[in-house]
């Protein structure tokens, strides 16, 4: 009888195939970033076009496709060792390019996750996935760029394009690294014990609070745009939801590093999470406005998916339908009554109400992760050993103070160095569109519409091909919109 023969393509003896390569490992990991980068181009891309008024479509769904293509080039010239590199400070990495062939094709490796007990011994060795750099680099490129993606729903509707392409690289270098790093990359809240599974701070919670201080700087849109400012293509909204539920997959899915049991978790209980989520959010619009909302379905199901983003793949089932529970009322009850009833929040103009959608939910996430974070499920994923969450006793107590404190800190690095990036861009050029422009819209930032029709009441230039201006304020309905235009 013959020996057993291993088939070619599972021997790792030819020089594309290293002996440390775990080719189911590279290809899920791949395929996440893939699924990740959908989300954002066409997902939000198309999201942010359908769910703006007609005459910001374009320039909408612009800023989003900018955002993916300026943060590919700025991640891999200085940006992720930034964020993944060598320690320089305890909240940041070394910044170097990561463009050589020698680096990209070397076995991955994060060198400042080595995580020690207090007298030195190693706890936890070097996170090392079976992987090249390479894929290491593309996941993380298109994580970070779904962040600036996600900030831009803050701004829709009246940031001057050319403030946002200087604002783009600045907030990736100088605040997106910082968190990366800090809770993912080896910094000072990943070895304190601090629980980020996939992003409900260093993306969620960072572009919420990031989008929010921005609003403040820019200022607000025209007085009839936030009175008015109905979707122009509900269907298509939709359309851009699915691409960033379904991307989900990978967001969370991918985060293990590896195709292993803990990435199955993670994917089972972010759908989970989102269902009820949306569920719920819907529940709530029937319960106190008769009907449900579409674009209140979808706020739900954003919500849900943040707050399962940092414990997807650390909590268990029933924890997840418990946090979307959450997750689809408490950004509800901030969007919908706090929001309209607080002069505060409404002195800002958050255009689809990404401080609710995101920082609200990403928070909220972080703290539940704190709460339910079940011990077998943390070993398998986090570096400090023997981590859970407070529902499981002994030192889980403390692992919800330590959420507390590790999103305060994302919440007052982005508000101040959010707010120096502002001030420096308007030294350059203005942050806000003329009023002029803001009145005509996507015609006079881009020369260009997104339909052949007339009749959204926008004014028009002279040059327009339809020759004649329209009042942009002839409108009866003066509820101002909040969050994604939800006016119920």
Same mark, same amino acid.
């Given at each position: ?264 978790? $993670? =994917? ?7 269902? /009820?989520? !949306?569920?719920?959010?819907?529940? *709530?619009?029937? #319960? +106190? ?69 995101? $920082? =609200? ?7 539940? /992760?704190? !709460?339910?974070?079940?011990?077998? *499920?943390?070993? #398998? +994923? ?69 339909? $052949? ?36």
């Amino acid at each position: 009888m013959a020996d057993n023969v291993v088939p070619i393509a599972y021997v790792n003896n030819i020089t594309s195939v290293p002996p440390w390569l775990n080719k189911g490992d590279n290809a899920w990991q791949m395929i996440s970033a893939t699924l990740v980068g959908l989300q954002s181009v066409p997902g939000l891309v198309i999201l942010y076009g359908s769910i703006v008024k007609k005459k910001w479509a374009v320039n909408s769904a612009f800023m989003a496709l900018y955002a993916f293509a300026a943060v590919v080039i700025c991640w891999v010239s200085w940006a992720y060792k930034m964020a993944f590199g060598h320690k320089l400070l305890p909240f940041w990495g070394r910044a170097g390019a990561a463009l050589a062939q020698d680096f990209l094709l070397e076995q991955a490796a994060l060198p400042a996750t080595t995580h020690r007990y207090e007298n030195g011994e190693v706890e936890t060795a070097m996170a090392t996935p079976l992987y090249p750099m390479a894929s290491m680099v593309w996941f993380q490129c298109v994580f970070a760029a779904i962040a600036l993606v996600l900030l831009a729903g803050s701004l829709l509707g009246r940031m001057n394009i050319k403030a946002w392409m200087l604002f783009v690289p600045l907030w990736l270098t100088f605040s997106y690294t910082v968190g990366a790093f800090s809770l993912w990359g080896g910094g000072f809240l990943f070895q304190w014990g601090v629980m980020d599974y996939s992003g409900g701070y260093v993306i969620h919670l960072s572009s919420g609070i990031g989008g929010l201080t921005a609003a403040f700087w820019v200022g607000p849109r025209t007085k009839a745009d936030r009175e008015r400012f109905t979707p122009n293509n509900v269907i298509l909204t939709l359309a851009g939801a699915g691409l960033l539920w379904m991307g989900w997959a990978g967001f969370n899915g991918g985060d293990p590093y590896a195709a292993n049991i803990d990435s199955s978790v $993670a =994917v089972l209980n972010t759908n989970i999470c989102a269902a /009820t989520s !949306l569920l719920m959010w819907t529940c *709530l619009d029937v #319960l +106190f406005f008769k009907k449900p909302s579409v674009i209140g379905a979808v706020q739900g199901m954003i919500t849900g998916l943040v707050c399962i983003t940092p414990g997807a793949g650390i909590v268990q089932g029933w924890a997840a339908i418990v946090m979307g529970i959450l997750s689809g009322s408490v950004p509800w009850v901030t969007m919908m009554i706090v929001h309209r009833k607080w002069k505060p929040m409404q002195a800002i103009d958050d255009t689809l109400g990404v401080f609710h959608t995101h $920082a =609200v939910a990403g928070f909220l996430g972080g703290i539940l /992760t704190g !709460l339910f974070a079940q011990p077998t *499920l943390s070993n #398998l +994923f986090l570096p400090v050993t023997n981590s859970k969450g407070g529902v499981y006793g002994g030192v889980g107590g403390a692992q919800v103070g330590k959420q507390i404190v590790g999103g305060l800190f994302i919440i007052g690095w982005n508000i101040m160095v959010t707010s120096i990036i502002c001030v420096v861009v308007k030294f350059i050029v203005p942050l806000r569109m003329s009023e002029e422009e803001l009145l005509i819209g996507d015609d006079a930032a881009h020369g260009e519409e997104a339909y $052949a029709l007339w009749g959204d009441g926008e004014k028009f230039t002279e040059f327009s091909k339809h020759g004649f201006t329209s009042d942009d304020t002839a409108h009866g309905d003066r509820r101002i919109s909040i969050g994604a235009a939800q006016v119920v």
